[in-house]
């Protein structure tokens, strides 16, 4: 087919803004090269829009975007780290602080209509009452403990005051303190003696110990082998991409746990407030993933040459 100077007018446009196969624009070039009309055409469209030097911007786009990519990672790791942080504190300053027992600290009051009041001290700003069906009876077996936290010492103070232990008119067999504090001062694994502070003692041997839930440190385990098992499986899959990544992200999750961990708990994983313990970690297990994930794309934007 013979090249005329209609087809190459047509083509013009598109070639003028870079938008012709390699192909075509030679065989542009070809023409224009012993076409004056078409060159002049081709003069006159690009001076009515000069267009940018012709060079090949995908990859100061392709830089842009990884640079844009780059920023997006930092900001999310430290927002996400920040995020994490301001929990940690949070439950740092309000961790209860198990007080020992002293009758300034807590007294049980009997009422005339069987109503069983204890009444704490102006120190206590949190206690908890577990309860069960009393050996010896009749009636409930109560432990009580009680604390502070740092935040309720310094910074605001709501104390308890007193609690009715029998809100529904059970019996109250015994009433025990649980003292947490007085072995060694601090939590320890293998429970505390419980202390009879009202009505008649429930255990033959005199003394009870109330044990630290022990479920965190099966759950840190959990997670642990968690690790071992997605490293050497993401090993094991390390050509099949899509089963790798699969298992590295369950990994970063096991991972972040445990640092969440770390970070509420310690070493010590044994606590008298699962619960709560439990909420403050999976609250910072959210962030630190987040934060492990934006982490490792930061360090893959790095490499990237
Ligand atoms: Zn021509």
Known sequence: MKVTCPVIRDILPLYAENMVSDDTRRLVEEHIASCKDCLKELDEMEAAHPLPPDIDTAPLKKMKMALRKNKFHAVLFAVMFTLAAVVVVAAFLTAPRYISYSDSAVTVQEKDDGTVLVVFGDEVTGFYADHYSA???????????????????????KPVGSAVLNKDGESVAAVYY????????????????????????????????????????????IALILVILCAAAAYLFRRHAKTRK????????????????????GLNFASYSAVRDFLAILLVTVPVYIMLLAAINLVRDYRRP
Do not use: E
């Open 135 to 157: 050996p010896i009876g009749p009636g409930n077996s109560y432990h009580i403990t009680a604390w502070d936290s740092l935040w309720s010492r310094y910074i605001c103070k």
């Open 178 to 221: 649980y003292d947490i504090t007085s072995r060694a001062g601090k939590i320890i694994a293998d429970g505390a003696f419980d202390i009879l502070i009202h009505g008649q003692n429930q255990i033959a041997s005199g003394g009870v110990a109330t044990l630290p839930r022990l479920v965190l440190s099966y759950y840190a385990f």
């Open 246 to 265: 699969a298992f590295l992200k369950v990994l970063l999750l096991a991972l972040a746990y445990l640092l969440a961990g770390l970070c509420i708990k």
